[in-house]
């Protein structure tokens, strides 16, 4: 009661400000809008959502049979459009019954209203987006241009989604019933598949703790993930709650759970369950607690090693990447569900750098722009100081919205031969499959996996570093204070270390010269600065404040 007294205020009293709106809308379009690669994976949530729910109600072949007989009748030339591309409420292949149904569920918005109306500002006010599509502003045909590629998939699954539901359900006759009470349940049923594998995006239907001005901008795009951790855990409490359900129930409740994840697996492999790197990560960093500061391990890490040795390389990128991965084209990143809510952050860093990626993770796409606004205005003004083409075109692609971005990206690849580093040495080669792709938003599988194996050596480089940095400073208090028990434990400490990793030992000579190097600078400081004496000169910036 009271969770509805707020939502009801929440309703009466909208007061989502113009920067908000303003934000979500350059979210949209920076993120999502016109990207191809972005619709073909909003089309993947009728194989990997919808069928385990309609399979485990009515038998899976039935419902992968209705689900490829209502695509069939979706993709009708005669009602191509500019709104939505096909529209099978409009089509000759589908009858009455199924005419009403459609036409039922767009004025009950579950077909018109969709994420990307949402994520454009224009599902919070539906009138005015009616008005808007009936006469055109530039505004809103520029935002209709950008979502068609999001907005055209997204109404194919619902539309497919309500049309195999409907005639699923009619195909289940119950004695005495009429035949208009039996079109109103194969409507409710239909009404009822797109709430829960489609979901509402309208203003109303949001959760109340991603509805404020500055969550919503926090929030943005998180929608889904709420949905898709609803519809995991719902599925999961019935099965294992027997006291609130009946065993028909748990029974199918199981079915779609583990269907789910199955396809799950399939699509994006081990790495992209449901939030399997959260839990993971979590795990991990227990067991690192543990251990040895410098046995410390990465889960996902060891995981894809133990897996390309028990398999092989290709089947062990299948397995823990999903199928895209035998393709030129990698879609484990848009299709993992392992980050639901956040990301962290790929790379191992200190101080300032980690608290910023940590930052961005957290706050959402909109403090991302702005970093990448920064970082694409310092790499254009060094690409033109420096009439150097690499730099000017990173800064570009930083700068503008995603569609674009993978154009530039594209063009990048092809004038410099490749994927190239930042200094401009070449890191892989790349053929005309995955330029394609790339121009359409699909990231290359090879770069893909590259860029993975690159993080994963400079995070076990970082650790080691970090470490072996650590125990020279152990080492260096434990003289200066000259405690000989702790030395000895430090000692102890390194000859550990130096077992592990002996490409980084720390020797005698290695101890001598940080010792001497510490020695050196505390006995140069000056005026609170240590400089080498070829550097001494430099002081002179400062005498202003050491006069």
Do not use: C
Not at 199 to 225: A, C, D, H, W
Not at 226 to 237: D, S, T, V
Not at 238 to 264: I, Y
Not at 449 to 459: C, D, L, P, R, S
């Amino acid at each position: 009661y009271n969770e509805l007294i707020k939502r009801h205020n929440i309703l009466l009293n909208p007061n989502t400000h113009p920067v908000a709106a303003w934000l979500g809308q350059l979210g949209f379009t920076m993120s999502l809008g016109g990207v191809v690669a972005t619709g073909v994976a909003n089309a993947t949530q009728v194989p990997l959502i919808t069928l385990p729910w309609l399979g485990s109600r009515y038998g899976f072949s039935k419902a992968i049979s209705q689900i490829l007989r209502a695509y069939k009748d979706f993709i009708d030339p005669a009602t191509l459009n500019t709104e939505s591309l096909f529209d099978a409420s409009k089509s000759a292949k589908i009858g009455g019954g199924e005419r009403r149904m459609l036409t039922e569920l767009i004025r009950r918005g579950r077909i018109d209203l969709t994420q990307t109306m949402d994520l454009s500002g224009r599902a919070a006010q539906d009138n005015l987006s009616r008005v808007a599509r009936e006469y055109g502003t530039a505004k809103h045909r520029i935002m209709q241009l950008l979502g068609f590629t999001f907005h055209a998939p997204e109404v194919a699954n619902r539309q497919v989604t309500a049309l195999a539901t409907y005639r699923l359900e009619k195909a289940r006759p119950i004695a005495g019933e009429t035949t208009e009470q039996a079109e109103t349940r194969a409507i409710d049923a239909a009404d009822r598949a797109v709430r829960e594998t489609q979901f509402i995006y309208t203003q109303e239907n949001r959760p109340r703790y991603m509805s404020g001005n500055v969550l919503r901008v926090l929030t943005m795009f998180k929608q889904y993930s709420q949905n898709i951790a609803f519809l995991y855990g719902r599925a999961a409490y019935v099965w294992l709650k027997a006291n609130n359900a009946t065993a028909e129930e748990r029974q199918t409740a199981k079915k779609q759970l583990f269907s789910m994840l199955g396809l799950q697996f399939a699509a994006a492999g081990a790495l992209g369950l449901p939030f399997v790197g959260t839990v993971a990560s979590l795990f991990t960093a227990v067991l690192s607690g543990l251990k040895d500061d410098d046995e410390k391990w990465d889960w996902e890490v060891e995981f894809r090693k133990w897996l390309a040795e028990a398999v092989g390389k290709a089947p062990a990128e299948v397995l823990s990447h999903g199928v895209s991965r035998l393709t030129p084209w990698d879609m484990a990143a848009r299709l993992g569900q392992a980050d639901l809510f956040f990301r962290a952050p790929q790379r191992e860093r200190e101080g300032r750098a980690a608290a910023m990626d940590w930052a961005t993770s957290f706050a959402g796409p909109v403090l991302g722009y702005a970093v990448n606004a920064y970082l694409g205005a310092v790499d254009l003004a060094k690409g033109i100081g420096q009439a150097n083409a690499g730099h000017f075109m990173r800064g570009v692609e930083e700068l503008t919205p995603a569609v674009a971005r993978n154009w530039i990206k594209t063009l990048r690849y092809e004038l410099e031969g490749g994927v190239r580093t930042r200094d401009q040495y070449k890191q892989l080669d790349l053929d005309y499959a995955e330029k394609l792709g790339q121009f359409f938003g699909f990231a290359p599988a090879r770069s893909a996996e590259m860029y993975e194996g690159i993080t994963a050596i400079k995070n076990k480089e970082h650790r080691m570093l970090e470490r072996r940095n650590e125990l020279l400073d152990l080492y260096a208090a434990a003289v200066k204070d000259r405690d000989a028990e702790a030395r000895q434990e430090v000692m102890r400490d390194i000859r550990e270390f130096n077992e592990r990793n002996r490409y980084l030992a720390i020797r005698g000579d290695t101890l001598l010269r940080s010792l001497r190097g510490r020695a050196k600078h505390e006995a140069g400081m000056k005026e609170g600065l240590y400089l080498p004496r070829t550097r001494e000169p430099l002081r002179k910036e400062g005498e202003f404040a050491n006069l």
